[in-house]
Nanobody
Framework: QLQASGGGLVQAWGSLRLSCAASGLAFGTYVMGWFRQAPGKEREFVASINWSSGPTNSADSVKGRFTISRDNAKNMVYLRMNSLKPEDTAVYYC????????????????????WGQGTVVTVSS
């Protein structure tokens, strides 16, 4: 089970940190990812981090602004979001995928087995 939290209303150029708590899975063996879905749009990849807190990957739209991290001792994954823009407004989902695939595959929803319920981020201009 994945439980995302930390969303809210923030002004443009502000910051938020999303958290995702995992339970019932061998957290340290999973690649963790964040996706988002804006109103009227399809869900899209935001960032991923491999099982050992090593290589990360992120979408071009958030590079340099968002940072994904994880704490395997606490079964937590985080998304630090800085310099937020109105176009970052979306429901943000955390996801866990088994560490089977090449790193680029984790940009796709198909790589993930478990999904959280989503947390809403609204950025006002």
């Amino acid at each position: 089970q994945l439980q995302a939290s930390g969303g809210g209303l923030v002004q443009a150029w502000g910051s938020l940190r999303l958290s995702c708590a995992a339970s019932g899975l061998a957290f340290g063996t999973y690649v963790m990812g964040w996706f988002r879905q804006a109103p009227g749009k399809e869900r899209e990849f935001v960032a991923s981090i491999n099982w050992s807190s090593g290589p990360t990957n992120s979408a071009d739209s958030v590079k340099g602004r968002f940072t994904i991290s994880r704490d395997n001792a606490k079964n937590m994954v985080y998304l630090r979001m800085n310099s937020l823009k109105p176009e970052d407004t979306a429901v943000y989902y955390c996801a866990a995928g088994p560490a089977y695939y090449s790193s680029n595959y984790y940009n796709t929803e198909s790589a993930y087995r478990y999904w959280g319920q989503g947390t809403v981020v609204t950025v006002s201009s």
